[in-house]
């Protein structure tokens, strides 16, 4: 099983700041990975693919990066809609397909 | 535009069996590069993939949970479901039905529609 790790658990950001949210693979999953957001009370959104592809409608300040084992997640000049819980998973090597356990972003 | 919808029982009994139903509508089910899939959230915590079905009902399973669980898919009624056998309170959660989509990697896949989660409460 591929296991992924988020870090930090938690980040504290001022408004209009940029953030990078990290998340790593304990084993290569080339850039077949994807990031979510989500909401209190709401479902995942899926905001990039293949690491770095942004979904439809997804705004140009998210953008993803890394491959291998090392990826990230950037959002700049954050909005107050941006404050949320950050997931990445990988779809390389499964079953079964897993996620991390999240980065929260809050105020 | 696609959209899900969950149905479940809300509450159950430890040593039950759950079944939840998602309904699939505004498109087709029978689509060659799309899988559809259960994932849960415990209260508080992370995503769990669980299963997976193709329209043509090839699954897929979570292995921690593969003996006690089963996807099937109608895809004529654009209707799946899952069935899960002898819960705890650790399935406790929100259920979410998602449409998985074939990434570059052929038989690869990531989850671009969800809906919007029913939650599952397991008490005696």
């Known amino acids: 099983e591929t296991v992924m790790t988020q870090s930090p658990g938690t980040l504290s950001v001022f408004p209009g700041k940029r953030v990078t949210l990290s998340c790593r693979a304990s084993?290569?999953?080339?850039?077949?990975l994807a990031w979510y957001q989500q909401k209190p009370g709401q479902a995942p959104r899926l905001l990039i693919y293949s690491a770095s592809t942004r979904a439809t409608g997804i705004p140009a300040r998210f953008s993803g990066g890394g491959s291998g084992t090392e990826f990230t997640l950037t959002i700049t000049s954050l909005q107050s809609e941006d404050f949320a819980i950050y997931y990445c998973q990988q779809y390389d090597s499964w079953p079964p397909l897993t996620f991390g356990g999240g980065t929260k972003v809050e105020i | 535009q696609l959209q899900l919808q969950e149905s479940g029982p809300g509450l159950l009994q430890p040593s039950e069996t759950l079944t939840l139903m998602c309904n699939v509508s505004g498109g087709s089910m029978s689509t060659t590069n799309h899988f559809w899939a259960w994932i849960r959230q415990p209260p508080g915590k992370g995503l769990e993939w669980i299963a997976s079905t193709h329209y043509t009902g090839t699954t897929y399973y979570n292995p921690s949970l593969k003996s006690r669980v089963t996807i099937s898919v109608a895809p004529s009624r654009n209707q799946f479901s899952l069935k899960m056998t002898s819960v705890t309170a650790a399935d406790a959660g929100v259920y979410y039905c998602a449409r998985g989509i074939e990434a570059d990697k052929a038989w690869s896949y990531y989850f671009d529609v969800w809906g919007r989660g029913t939650v599952l409460t397991v008490s005696s």
């Open positions: 084993q290569s999953v080339g850039t077949n």
